[in-house]
């Protein structure tokens, strides 16, 4: 015998669908007919974020709205990310650690153990200079593109994905994070004060095979994804204050060897690394997250040479040299300290300071350059004989080749250039005269992009000089993007 459902009321019967689904429609008011006192049977959404593959349990939750009946939705703020391309680890951004191992960087992989030895206790390890902040509610999402690189998972190899802190072969101190222990196994751990919670032994993800590491601390829970999956979740332990003792925890990311050698070499391939505070839309200034990146325009970039891009030498004074408006004759840096003799002719550009934006490749690419602020300060160091000197500044920027008459073209670009202000000078002006500081801030900032040149320039529309030197000090206040 069938089944109908009908209406006591109206005799209407429910209906069924194709695939013999009783069709429902929930009820379109808090309490169903309107009645206060009668039970809610309204239906309310919620969000799964994941299956339960690994944990067994699907993760969901509910929405969230504000006092305003807003839907509450979370914007993150990037804090740092790094890609390792070219051929050397970026000194400004990575401490690196070594015992025995080596590291190379090649096809846009840093490779812990580039050499694939099996010896006892060695080690390879990176961690970030800085640190990186959890506030509150707000989780801190770590995200590393790696392969686990060995026939399978070893024992008596350590290999660890995360944040931390930690030296030579000892455990973390503080920090959470995957860790494919000497035991053979794969575990997610919280250390914290030199205490370790951990999972129970996880399948580890496969060998050889690039994965999508996650690690996100929360104020009483740290989770770990691998390839969008959850494969844990711990809860702060309960004698913890929080999920890590150090609220500015760096990076750690490390491969090693304990006494007994493993049965074959490990090698760790990282490709990327990102981290993100979730939920907290803070409005950061972009070029504030540049910086914070390790993106400020005095230090050189990933696959560039490290180092200040300014032309500073330690306890050396510059070469003097005559400007001329062809060549870098007083030498390349993004703005530092340069010497120009008194004797350019008049009315003739000459070029104080050059750089070039390092040109990009398939195998190396670079960064474009983002100009927002110049000062150029000068002092007469020997003194002038001839004059006045009246220097008229300018920063020409954007042309493909050192020279100020390079000429716009299908394959080449002439300089753009921007008026910075004038410096005078008397005639027979003596040591340690200054010319007025030359300020200026450029909103919005120039661009100067990968194989092009920014220089700053003087012209002398007063007298020319017969002898005399001017020391220049160039600042150049941007980010690399």
């Given at each position: 015998m069938d089944a109908v459902i009908r209406d006591s009321l109206t005799a209407a019967g429910a209906e069924v669908t194709?695939?013999?689904?009783?069709?429902?429609?929930?009820?379109?008011?808090?309490?169903g007919d309107g009645n206060p006192s009668v039970p809610g049977n309204?239906?309310?959404?919620?969000?799964?974020?994941?299956?339960?593959?690994?944990?067994?349990?699907?993760?969901?939750?509910?929405?969230?709205?504000?006092?305003?009946?807003?839907?509450?939705?979370?914007?993150?703020?990037?804090?740092?990310?790094?890609?390792?391309?070219?051929a050397a680890l970026n000194s400004a951004l990575w401490s690196s650690n070594l015992v025995t191992y080596s590291t190379a960087i090649s096809g846009g992989f840093l490779t812990l153990n580039s050499t694939s030895l099996t010896t006892v206790n060695a080690v390879a390890r990176i961690s970030s200079y800085r640190g990186f902040p959890s506030y509150g509610s707000?989780?801190?999402?770590?995200?590393?593109?790696?392969i686990y690189a060995s026939p399978a998972v070893q024992a008596n190899n350590t290999t660890e994905i995360g944040y931390g802190f930690a030296t030579g072969t000892a455990a973390p101190t503080d920090g959470a994070f995957f860790r494919y222990s000497a035991a053979g196994e794969f575990r997610c751990?919280?250390?914290?004060?030199?205490?370790?919670?951990?999972?129970?032994?996880?399948?580890?993800?496969?060998?050889?095979v690039r994965h999508h590491y996650a690690v996100v601390i929360g104020n009483n829970f740290v989770e770990y994804w691998i390839d969008n999956v959850l494969h844990a979740?711990?809860?702060?332990?309960?004698?913890?204050?929080?999920?890590?003792?150090?609220?500015?925890?760096?990076?750690?990311?490390?491969?090693?060897?304990?006494?007994?050698?493993?049965?074959a070499a490990v090698q760790l391939k990282i490709a990327s690394c990102a981290i993100s505070l979730g939920d907290m839309n803070c409005v950061k200034d972009w070029s504030h997250i540049q910086s914070g990146m390790g993106g400020h325009s005095a230090q050189g970039q990933s696959g560039m040479a490290m180092g200040s891009t300014a032309l500073f030498a330690n306890n050396t004074n510059p070469t003097v040299a005559v400007p001329t408006n062809t060549t870098a004759a007083l030498g390349a840096g993004l703005g530092g300290n340069f010497w120009s003799t008194n004797s350019l002719a008049v009315n003739t550009d000459g070029i104080i300071s050059s750089y070039?934006?390092?040109?990009?490749?398939?195998?190396?690419?670079?960064?474009?350059?983002?100009?927002?602020?110049?000062?150029?300060?000068?002092?007469?160091?020997?003194?002038?004989?001839?004059?006045?000197?009246l220097l008229q500044w300018g920063l020409a920027f954007g042309h493909t080749a050192v020279s100020l008459a390079t000429a716009e073209g299908p394959t080449s670009k002439a300089p753009?250039?921007?008026?910075?202000?004038?410096?005078?000078?008397?005639?027979?002006?003596?040591?340690?005269?200054?010319?007025?500081?030359?300020?200026?801030?450029?909103?919005?900032?120039?661009?100067?992009?990968?194989?092009?040149?920014?220089?700053t320039i003087y012209r002398n529309i007063g007298?020319?000089?017969?002898?005399?030197?001017?020391?220049?000090?160039?600042?150049?206040?941007?980010?690399?993007?």
């Open positions: 194709a695939a013999r689904e009783v069709r429902v429609i929930s009820p379109g008011t808090l309490n309204y239906s309310t959404a919620i969000f799964e974020s994941d299956a339960g593959s690994i944990t067994t349990s699907p993760t969901q939750k509910q929405g969230d709205i504000s006092a305003n009946y807003r839907q509450r939705v979370g914007v993150d703020t990037l804090l740092f990310s790094d890609q390792f391309n070219g707000y989780p801190l999402q770590l995200e590393v593109e790696a751990v919280i250390a914290y004060n030199s205490s370790e919670s951990q999972s129970v032994a996880l399948p580890p993800p496969s060998v050889n979740n711990l809860p702060v332990p309960p004698g913890n204050g929080m999920a890590v003792l150090n609220q500015n925890t760096p990076v750690l990311i490390r491969t090693y060897n304990g006494a007994t050698a493993p049965a070039q934006v390092p040109p990009a490749s398939a195998s190396s690419p670079q960064k474009t350059l983002y100009i927002s602020k110049v000062r150029v300060d000068t002092i007469v160091q020997t003194v002038l004989a001839g004059g006045p000197a753009r250039r921007i008026a910075l202000g004038f410096q005078p000078f008397v005639a027979a002006a003596a040591v340690g005269a200054q010319g007025t500081s030359v300020m200026v801030d450029i909103d919005p900032p120039i661009l100067v992009q990968p194989g092009e040149f920014v220089q007298t020319v000089g017969t002898t005399g030197t001017f020391a220049h000090l160039v600042t150049f206040s941007g980010y690399w993007e």
